[in-house]
């Protein structure tokens, strides 16, 4: 007999219905019924009769025919929700779907597996997780390890060891023995007393990779925790079972406690779970939808899901492929101005790198190399002031080697950082099985992936500070030789004027859009054949500016490539060419990508230029 949960006035119901060919009207008849059935004052009705309501979906707020049959506009088990009118909704209830609806509605279950043993995750596939790319499975080694490590707690519950959180309260009631029959209760109060968060709900994607980076942890063995009870969280994780997580209450010096109690609750059956089929609705009903159980907590494990930096850590990892992906392609804008700027190359000549061999500064020489004039990628533009009587480019230009290339170094160290964490165990105590004991430390103090993001933001930033001074020689006609603010007729038209201003606190997308926008007022020259293959992905999505136009949706148009990675895309396959042409032996990053510069150098011996103005 199919059945559906139905939501009235901040309820959850679960209704049988018998007979496909009930309606929907049907539906939500018999579910005001039942919600009348459980108020002692009927709810404030009289009878059914009377209540007038409509119907939708959960997952996408849908409205739904009340004519309809079940089985022609419902699946078995979906989530409903009856909207009776003059209601206002219940402010306890949480809307239906996360922002960003139009996103998740394109939620696929995956096929692949990624196999987890607590070692060897990357920042790279916790973000996959997080896109719900793959479901998760343990190693038969970390299954080993999870029994073993159990085996020590059961002993000291069996023996009535004392040990701080097992037979013990917690912080100062670390002195308060508590009886073996209270220790599953002592779990679940624990869980329950911790969930005190505060804000909007972590998105999908966020909520699975802190899911899924406690999962890695726990697959480790040093937390105590049951197989059976951690093969219960990687069935809702593949599930996409994901607990009511605010966004705000992790307490940092003492890992995250709060957002990680909310966590376990939702997998408990409390709290508020969300998931593609449901939308949000009570934990309890999510689970039973997916034909989960809730999971009942034995000693330790309570303790064993909420210890640890794993939303600090797997925010992080995030922060660190996004600041990589945006790093990447920086270089491809920068390149695209300096072009249009008509700036020289010799800045990235390969000796002046080899004798400053920072890693960073000198991938990104090498990107200007392979992107920029050379007997490989030949440019009309570059071409056109080949004799010039200017002698060097502004710092802007001239020191994006120096300037993006410590970002790139400091992204490497923060993404080191990021990756010993993932795979780090956190608890407090700590399980040895080897040694059969516990031992309490300090594994879950945030301090080590916290400060190291407050590096990678002070990194990132100055991406965006040089690109707001390219985009403000790009504006002004003093420095440019271009129109003033990259448009015609200036003064009727404003251009790049407050885009300018913008960029100074934001975007580095509006340096994309101003570069490309620059190469409008040097046509029918053309550049090399990548920054051309790049001024034709923007120019897909953003036509060139005539005359003054709404200019935000064309910087959230060139925001998306960005964030898309379009642009790495577009210019990779140039950029590692060169590479294979030119230094065989080298791979991306390494030390040989400078140390062969006699050879490289030979692609530019016949590009000297007297070239450029301002030390």
Known sequence: MPRYTVHVRGEWLAVPCPHG?????????EAVRRYMKNKPDNGGFTSVEEVKFFVRRCKGLGLLDLDDTVEDALEDNEFVEVVIEGDIMSPDFIPSQPEGVHLYSKYREPEQYISLDGNSLTTQDLVNLG?????????????????????????????QTVVYGITTGFGKFARTVIPNSKLMELQMNLVRSHSAGVGKPLTPERSRMLLALRI?????????????????????????????????????????????????????????????????ADAKYVLEA??????????????????GTQMITSLGCEAVERASAIARQADIVAALTLEVLKGTTKAFDTDIHAVRPHRGQAEVAFRFRSLLDSDHHPSEIAESHRFCDRVQDAYTMRCCPQVHGVVNDTIAFVKDIMTTEINSATDNPMVFAERAETISGGNFHGEYPAKALDYLAIGVHELAAISERRIERLCNPSLSELPAFLVTEGGLNSGFMIAHCTAAALVLAIELLAACQGIEFLRPLRTTT?????????RSVVRPWMKDRFMAPDIEAAHRLLVEQKVWEVAEPYIEKYRREH????????????SLGSLERKTHDGHNHRHHSEL
């Not at 997916?290 to 999971?295: A, E, T």
């Open 21 to 29: 060919t009930n309606t929907v009207g049907w539906l939500g008849k």
């Open 131 to 159: 896109k719900g790319l793959y479901k998760i499975k343990l190693t038969p080694e970390a299954e080993a390890k999870v029994k073993q490590s159990r085996e020590v707690i059961e002993r000291i519950v069996k023996e």
């Open 216 to 280: 890695n942890v726990l697959a480790k063995g040093y937390s105590g925790i049951s197989l059976e009870t951690l093969q219960q969280v990687i069935e809702a994780f593949n599930a996409s079972c994901l607990p009511y997580i605010p966004e705000k209450g992790t307490v940092g010096a003492s890992g995250d406690l709060a957002p990680l109690s909310h966590l376990a609750l939702g997998l408990t059956g409390e709290g508020k779970m969300w998931s593609p089929k449901s939308g949000w």
């Open 290 to 307: 997916h034909g989960l159980k809730p999971i009942t907590l034995k000693p330790k494990e309570g303790l064993a899901l909420i210890n």
């Open 530 to 538: 990548p920054l051309e293959k790049v001024y034709d992905l923007v």
């Open 583 to 594: 230094i065989p032996e080298s791979r991306p990053g390494s030390p040989t990508a400078f």
